[in-house]
């Protein structure tokens, strides 16, 4: 069956600072990626997708980076923190077209990321 | 533009109660829309989708393209539906947008 993975869970770093979160994918191949961020009282905002390796998508412009160096391997990264990145990020992934189905997006467990 | 739109952040009702989630969502084309749920402590997950056309846990939700809406309704609410529930709208490209998210408290 396929898991996600994310780590850390929680993380307090403070403004300037850099910043690697790391998501990753068990038992599927070629998944398509995303990045979301959930800031207090808000909804799931899309930051990054990646349909493969090296092939990453920006939603918004912001301070944050994403890489995919493989398959199933989806980081998220700054050089530096600012007060406005906290928030709780959540990968996901998910299959084109199932058996002529809809896919589905499945979450990992989510980072809460606190910039002091 | 997409947009979905959740106008409540929180529903409260008492058990046995109807519950009606509201989403109206802003797309031009043919839009492909879902409900997902995220129970304490548990991850977010998919509830069900507009184009099966399915019941999961006694909740359905119908597409109205003409006022452009997609409400989750269950008609007897239950304790262990209290979650938060997201609205969310798949356009042509592979991301979905989501609502910001209603809050459903089911009280005894």
């Known amino acids: 069956s396929q898991t996600i993975h994310q780590w850390p869970a929680t993380l307090v770093q403070p403004v300037g600072s850099p910043l690697s979160l790391e998501c990753t994918v068990e038992g599927t191949s070629n998944p398509n990626l995303y990045w979301y961020r959930q800031a207090a009282g808000r909804g799931l905002q899309l930051l990054f997708y990646s349909v493969g390796i090296g092939q990453i998508s920006s939603e918004v412009p912001q301070n944050l980076s994403a890489s995919r160096p493989q398959d199933r391997q989806f980081i998220l990264s700054s050089k530096k923190l600012l007060l406005s990145d906290s928030g709780f990020y959540l990968c996901?992934?998910?299959?084109?077209?199932?058996?002529?189905?809809?896919?589905?997006?499945?979450f990992g467990p989510g980072t809460r990321l606190t910039v002091t | 533009a997409q947009r979905v739109t959740q106008p409540e952040k929180l529903l409260s009702v008492f058990k046995g109660a109807p519950v009606e989630l509201k989403c109206n969502y802003s797309?031009?084309?043919?839009?492909?829309l879902f409900w997902y749920v995220q129970y304490s402590r548990q991850r977010l997950q998919l509830l069900l989708r507009?184009?099966s056309r399915e019941s999961i846990k006694g909740f359905t939700a119908d597409l109205n393209k003409g006022e452009t809406s997609f409400h989750l309704k269950k008609p007897f609410a239950q304790e262990e539906d209290s979650a938060m529930y997201y609205c969310a709208l798949r356009t042509g490209r592979r991301a979905l947008t989501f609502g910001s998210g209603t809050r459903l408290q089911v009280q005894p």
């Open positions: 797309y031009s084309g043919s839009p492909e």
């Open positions: 996901a992934w998910s299959t084109e077209t199932l058996a002529g189905r809809p896919y589905e997006q499945y």
């Open positions: 507009h184009i």
